[in-house]
């Protein structure tokens, strides 16, 4: 049986950068990646590159392409992967498979969004794409909408309060003061977001993430040949997928992701662990209640308790679960096509002991989950690290 | 995107009359018509049906920002709708008291202008749902 493992990651600060663009952002993060994996672009034989809606934020589609040519990796085949948000999970879940089907041996997963080259309101209609155009967005129904939602539904339900949501914010702000590729270096308390005016009710402006610019790389390579090149590979044990409705109207529950529940159970049913084996996730935080939901139908906590969880610190970076030391897409920003590879790249500096001033205590096996729009789409994978002989 | 003319002549029927559809062998509404049934795929018996007009609002939220279109109707509401026959749909909710928009408030369709983003182009209507007095 083949294995998959990353042997190398690169990743650009993220935030606002007026001064890049896409292709000089993606450039960076990808041969970061490659000098950091300690081998030559000659090495790579096909390319996977992320991204949500290039073509909406800067005019460009065919990013494939463009990202081979940008690292000069011409002729080597290289196809775009969009899957709205999730983009870069599905992404690198291709090269994954690609190099488990025995293709090939080593490939290059890039992911890339450049978001503040429009205003506001043209990137709202770009992240609305995720949603279902014709029965959400044209209604008016903007994404964060979509998430308020859910957040209403499960307060309605669960009692979960919005002090609580909250409290996913106030977490990812403290950890990305740990990150220096993070866009916030801010601490916030519950009261400021509290304070910081709703943008669809019960959703405030701290509860979602940012609009950010940035790109994150890794290269993947077949985990034997990993283990002779690399000191310390980090092996994908493993990658799920699922599916549901584009539209909120169509599902059973608002109150849960049905297809994060059933990403978590395949891979951990192919990894044969269970959550609680799990030392730390990167969770997709895109709003508060993303994140209350992922911890839900991952297992981390009892359905329904996750506002309560998170407020008791069991997911603060020294609590029973670590989730998103890198401060998450809150606080670490969401390049929307880079977020998934940008997970897996803290993965892989967790588990290698990298992450410095986030270092999570004694992290073996780390989760990595990235949703696409409202729940349409999930990817989640399971990383631990490999005894390299080199 | 809202404004184009085709999209907008072939919504007709699912805008401004609520047509979705049926399986008959589990008895499941579909709004907007699929053409599949989920549930029983090709053993499904899928008919053409009206929704009902009324139904009750399982959440619902209050937009202070817009995307491109709507910046100038905030605020208003957004709700998920179980119609009479179980089938859900998003729409806005106005002409209603803010107070008595919550989850299990009875509302009724009501026909509206959605957005008309472009200057020159068409005007998109729809269906709205305000609260039952
Ligand atoms: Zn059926």
Redesign the pocket.
Known sequence: MRNVSIIGVGCTKFGEHWEKSFRQLIAEAGIEAILSAGIEGKDIEALYGGSMASGRFIGQEHIGALIADQLGLNPIPATRVENACASGGTALRSGYMAIKSGEYDMVAIGGVEKMTDVGVEDAAIALGGAGDQETELFHGASFPALYALMARAHMNEFGTTEEQLATVSVKNHHNAMLNPKAQFHREITIENVMNSGYIATPLKLLDCSPITDGAAAVILCESEKAREICENPVEIIASAQASDTLALAGRKSLSEIMATKVAAKNAFEKAKITAKDVDFAEVHDCFTIAEILAIEAIGFCEKGKGGKFTADGNTALNGEIPVNVSGGLKGKGHPVGATGIAQAVEAVLQLRGQAEKRQVKDAKIGLTHNVGGSGATCVLHLLKALEGKK | MNGSLPLIWRKFGERYDLDGNF??????AYFPARAV?????R????VAQKMPKTGTIISFTELSAGPAGFEHEVPYFIAIIELENKARLLSQIVDSEKEKIKIGTKVEKVFRKISDIDPEGPIAYGYKFKVVD
Do not use: A, N, S, V
């Open positions: 399986c008959e062998t589990c008895k499941t049934c989920q549930k029983c795929r053993k499904g018996k899928l």
